[in-house]
């Protein structure tokens, strides 16, 4: 069964320093990877996603993630934290039938 | 602007009563999906919905029912309402089906219900 595990609830960083979450996945077949941002009180908004191709992505707002399958990692980074990147991200893998498994969700706090 | 509305915002109800959620998809899309997010969690798939049949749907009991309209708009029923039910309620909506078309998800900001 696929599933998606997002090592760390929480992320910690200061303004200007490299943003890492995590993200491993498990899937039986070629899997569609996805980052999702989500702001308070707000729906899911589409960061970046890796489908075929290229294994790294560029996504809005600066951030990319590396699709490595022999890690089975799809990790997001982004060079340089801003204040305004501080939200819950969320991982997520997209199955047969047209259904997303998310992570259980990372919160990035952005320190001044 | 992701043009995906959904109604109402927030909804207090208590256990056992039964619960009618809307969204109203992205002009041109003809799927609908809902998730479940519970508080701390990432979102869950309830079901999906395609040219107004179901198309698909995650571990949830059949209190949880769905229906979508010829203009594509749609709604979450959840009948006998228990405490856990207590999330917020995402609907995304699509044009098809299939990995293409849910590579292009738009989600709505969601329904936070409150059961007490």
């Known amino acids: 069964a696929q599933s998606v595990t997002q090592l760390g609830s929480h992320v910690s960083v200061s303004e200007g320093a490299l943003v890492l979450l995590r993200c491993n996945y498990s899937s039986s077949v070629p899997p569609y990877l996805f980052w999702y941002v989500q702001y308070p009180n707000q729906g899911l908004q589409l960061l970046l996603k890796y489908t075929t191709g290229a294994t790294l992505v560029k996504g809005i707002n600066g951030f990319e993630a590396e699709f490595k399958k022999s890690e089975t990692s799809f990790h997001l980074t982004k060079p340089s934290a801003h204040m305004s990147d501080a939200a819950e991200y969320f991982c997520a893998v997209l199955i047969a039938g047209g259904k997303l498994i998310f992570g259980q969700g990372t919160t990035l706090q952005v320190k001044p | 602007e992701t043009g995906v509305t959904q109604s109402p915002t927030h909804l207090i109800k208590t256990r056992g009563q039964q619960v009618t959620l809307r969204c109203s998809s992205q002009?041109?899309?003809?799927?609908v999906s809902w998730y479940q997010q519970a508080l701390g969690q990432g979102p869950q798939f309830i079901f999906q919905?395609?040219?107004?049949?179901?198309?698909g749907r995650g571990n949830f009991p059949p209190r949880f029912s769905g229906l979508q309209f010829p203009n594509y708009s749609s709604e979450l029923n959840v009948n006998a309402l228990e405490l856990d039910d207590s999330a917020l309620y995402l609907c995304a909506s699509s044009a098809g089906t299939g990995i293409w078309a849910n590579e292009k998800l738009f989600f709505g900001s969601g329904t936070q219900l409150s059961v007490l």
């Open positions: 919905y395609y040219r107004e049949e179901e198309n």
């Open positions: 002009s041109g899309h003809n799927t």
